[in-house]
C-alpha cells in the first residue's frame, strides 16, 4: 500500500512535492533577501558618500570666498605678487581635494551716486581677471552699498566628480558637481583700497 501512495505521488507531477517543500523552507530566505537588497544598500552607501563629499567641498569653497576677501580688506594697498601669494594659499584650502578646476576672482567693487557697480581693479587664481569698469560677477545687496565706498568681492568656482559620480548620473542628471562661493568685506583701512 504504501508504494502505491508514493507511485501515486509521482503520477500527480514531478516535482509537486518539492515545489510545498521549497515554500516551506526558510533556509535560505536571509540570503534572497540580502541579493535583493544589496543594490540599494550600494547606491544609497554611493549617495551618502557624494552627499558627504559635496558639503566639505561647498564649506571649503565658502571658506576660501571669505578668507581671501577677508585678507584683501585688511590692506590699504596691495602688489601683485602679494595678491598672487595671497590667492595661492587660499587654494590650499580645498585640500585634500584636486584643485586644478578651481577659479579664483577677487575684485574691488566702486560704485556711482546712483549705487551702480563696477569692478575698479581685479586679480584672480586660474581665472580671467575682471576687466575694470565691468559690472561684478554677482549682484551685491542694496543693504550693504555705501556711496563713496569700496568693497571686495571674492567669487569662487569649482568643478569636481566624485568616483560615484558616473553611478549616480542617472539619478542625479549631473556627470559632474560645481560649487560656487562668494563674498563680500568692506576695507577695514579707510574707504578704498588700491594696487600698486
Same mark, same amino acid.
Given at each position: 500500500?504504501?508504494?502505491?501512495?508514493?507511485?501515486?505521488?509521482?503520477?500527480?507531477?514531478?516535482?509537486?512535492?518539492?515545489?510545498?517543500?521549497?515554500? =516551506?523552507?526558510?533556509?535560505?530566505?536571509?540570503?534572497?533577501?540580502?541579493?535583493?537588497?544589496?543594490?540599494?544598500?550600494?547606491?544609497?552607501?554611493?549617495?551618502?558618500? !557624494?552627499?558627504?563629499?559635496?558639503?566639505?567641498?561647498?564649506?571649503?569653497?565658502?571658506?576660501?570666498?571669505?578668507?581671501?576677501?577677508? #585678507?584683501?580688506?585688511?590692506?590699504?594697498?596691495?602688489? &601683485?605678487? !602679494?595678491?598672487?601669494?595671497?590667492?595661492?594659499?587660499?587654494?590650499?584650502?580645498? @585640500?585634500?581635494?584636486?584643485? @586644478?578646476?578651481?577659479?579664483?576672482?577677487?575684485?574691488?567693487?566702486?560704485? !556711482?551716486?546712483?549705487?551702480?557697480?563696477?569692478?575698479?581693479?581685479?586679480? =584672480?587664481?586660474? &581665472?580671467?581677471?575682471?576687466?575694470?569698469? @565691468?559690472?561684478?560677477?554677482?549682484?551685491?545687496?542694496? !543693504?550693504? +552699498?555705501?556711496?563713496?565706498?569700496?568693497? +571686495? #568681492? &571674492?567669487? +569662487?568656482?569649482?568643478?569636481?566628480?566624485?568616483? $560615484?559620480?558616473?553611478?549616480?548620473?542617472?539619478?542625479?542628471?549631473? @556627470?559632474?558637481?560645481? $560649487?560656487?562661493?562668494?563674498?563680500?568685506?568692506?576695507?577695514?583701512?579707510?574707504?578704498? #583700497?588700491?594696487?600698486?
Amino acid at each position: 500500500m504504501a508504494q502505491a501512495s508514493g507511485q501515486k505521488d509521482e503520477q500527480q507531477g514531478p516535482g509537486r512535492k518539492g515545489v510545498w517543500s521549497l515554500l =516551506a523552507d526558510r533556509g535560505g530566505q536571509s540570503a534572497i533577501e540580502f541579493t535583493l537588497l544589496l543594490p540599494l544598500m550600494a547606491l544609497m552607501f554611493a549617495g551618502t558618500v !557624494d552627499l558627504g563629499e559635496g558639503l566639505m567641498v561647498q564649506r571649503k569653497i565658502n571658506q576660501i570666498a571669505e578668507v581671501a576677501s577677508d #585678507i584683501v580688506a585688511q590692506e590699504a594697498r596691495w602688489n &601683485a605678487s !602679494d595678491l598672487r601669494t595671497l590667492l595661492e594659499g587660499t587654494a590650499a584650502i580645498l @585640500t585634500p581635494f584636486d584643485s @586644478t578646476e578651481l577659479d579664483i576672482q577677487v575684485a574691488i567693487v566702486d560704485f !556711482d551716486a546712483a549705487g551702480n557697480a563696477s569692478v575698479n581693479w581685479s586679480r =584672480a587664481y586660474q &581665472a580671467d581677471q575682471l576687466a575694470s569698469g @565691468t559690472p561684478p560677477p554677482f549682484d551685491i545687496p542694496d !543693504d550693504v +552699498v555705501e556711496s563713496g565706498v569700496q568693497l +571686495v #568681492i &571674492a567669487k +569662487v568656482d569649482y568643478t569636481m566628480t566624485t568616483p $560615484f559620480t558616473s553611478l549616480l548620473s542617472s539619478i542625479t542628471g549631473n @556627470t559632474e558637481y560645481s $560649487f560656487v562661493g562668494k563674498a563680500i568685506s568692506r576695507p577695514r583701512v579707510g574707504d578704498k #583700497i588700491s594696487l600698486k
